[in-house]
């Protein structure tokens, strides 16, 4: 009815269609939560911290068991788990990994429930250990906010900012699932066969920054989300 009242019956019918349920990811430092960006993962025994030349940057962890019940019944996730993800830590990797290359972002995945804290690298840089903050998983809507992600945009201009507001306000930049984001893209970051799965903004909180101040877009196949394994995700940034 928002959307009606504000955008009008044709862009209202493109809202009804083109809605998908996303998880608004906002930092809370008093959130009871494994969940969190920045500062140290927890490792499970036996599992090492990942590198690439040198010791990964970690950016933060997903607690499945955490996500809304809405979102597991919309998508065939693991009831628990913890997933950490790690990207190049910037100064000393950035020159020879990229946004869209083959395992730029690098994953580890704990089914089990005991996990340890680990202690930063010795090799890791300073910049790279943010203080980290827990996270409340939130349940929301998500709309597309540029024409190149669908075939049926509502506006011919490309462009609208009554519209561009009213996705803002569904979900913070910071969300899983639900449609990706970008700056200077051109083009849907997509790859075929896969979903938008993580949508990060440069946070200087947690010293990200992504292509210039961009946003770091993370992607799932279908199929390997479908078999509960997160450990080949492709990415791009824009």
Partial sequence: SEARELLGDKVAAFVERRLRPAV???PDPEAPSRSRFGGLPHLAPGEAW????????????????????SMHEALP????GLLRLFVPATDVDQDEFFWGD?????????????VLQAEWPEKLPDYARSTGCGLRLEAVWDLPPHSVLVDDWPFEDGWNDDYSSFV??????????GYTDFTSLGYDPCPTGSIPFLTLSSLEDFGWCWHDGDYLQVFV???ALERGEFGDLSSDAG
Avoid: C, M
Wanted: aromatic fraction near 14%.
């Fill in 168 to 177: 803002e306000r569904l979900r913070p930049t910071e969300h899983l699932f």
């Fill in 77 to 80: 996730l693991p009831s628990a």
């Fill in 24 to 26: 608004a990811l906002i």
């Fill in 102 to 114: 083959p395992g730029y972002v690098k994953t580890l995945f704990a089914a089990s429930e005991p």
């Fill in 221 to 223: 196949a279908s199929e």
């Fill in 50 to 69: 990942p590198t690439y030349n040198w010791p990964g940057r970690f950016v933060g962890q997903i607690d499945f068991a955490e996500l809304p019940a």
